[in-house]
């Protein structure tokens, strides 16, 4: 496997849509001595992504990338990805679909974060839906990404109590938390370390 200049790690794009604060997690994750992970490139579908400003605190490039057109897009990724040597890639509140394509350029080597016990709750509003139909528990799970949405082998979940007078806000919080964490352990279990 390719290694980015410098050190030992796996060299890694993180793909993010908006607030980021899985990426926040990832980045400080990638700096300690465990990770498998060193986070070479941020990939933004759109400028408006809050999250971008981890790109420019921590000193890693960023790239805004317009999905108008699919095909030219991820043309465009690819030769990012190609140019700083990237064999790894985090999607982390990424809102654009992937296409088949693209994926198989990467067997194994994209993995998600979604905020639902998969394979219940695929998609969006997972929070809402779950308090809808009066689960119990819900969480969330990182998972290969794989040409069907939210549908990947599984890699790691958390499973979390859902408490009485639960609201969206305080589900989507609690799995959040929850989400940091988890983000992290599935790399490190992806890489076996
Ligand atoms: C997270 O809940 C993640 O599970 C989902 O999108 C959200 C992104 O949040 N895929 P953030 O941008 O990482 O804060």
């Not at 990939?43 to 408006?48: E, L, Q, R």
């Not at 974060?113 to 998609?123: D, E, M, Q």
């Not at 859902?162 to 890489?191: D, Q």
């Amino acid at each position: 496997m390719n290694q980015s200049p410098g050190n030992n790690k796996i060299s890694t794009a993180i793909f993010i849509s908006g607030r980021g604060s899985n990426l926040k997690s990832l980045v400080n994750f990638s700096k300690k001595k465990t990770s498998p992970i060193h986070i070479n490139l941020i990939i933004s579908n759109t400028k408006k992504a809050k999250g971008l400003k981890y790109a420019d605190l921590n000193k890693i490039q960023k790239k805004i990338i317009n999905f108008k057109k699919k095909n030219s897009a991820e043309k465009n990724i690819l030769n990012m990805l190609n140019k700083k040597k990237i064999n790894f890639i985090c999607l982390a509140g990424f809102m654009k679909v992937l296409s088949k394509k693209f994926i198989s350029k990467f067997p194994g080597k994209i993995i998600n974060i979604h905020p639902s016990l998969l394979p219940k709750y695929k998609g969006l509003n997972t929070h809402l839906r779950v308090l809808q139909n009066n689960e119990k528990f819900s969480g969330c799970t990182v998972h290969h990404v794989n040409k069907h949405i939210d549908a990947g082998e599984i890699i790691m979940q958390k499973k979390i109590k859902i408490s009485k007078n639960e609201t969206v806000n305080s589900l989507s919080k609690k799995i959040l938390m929850e989400e940091h964490k988890l983000y992290p352990k599935a790399i490190s279990k992806v890489f076996l370390v």
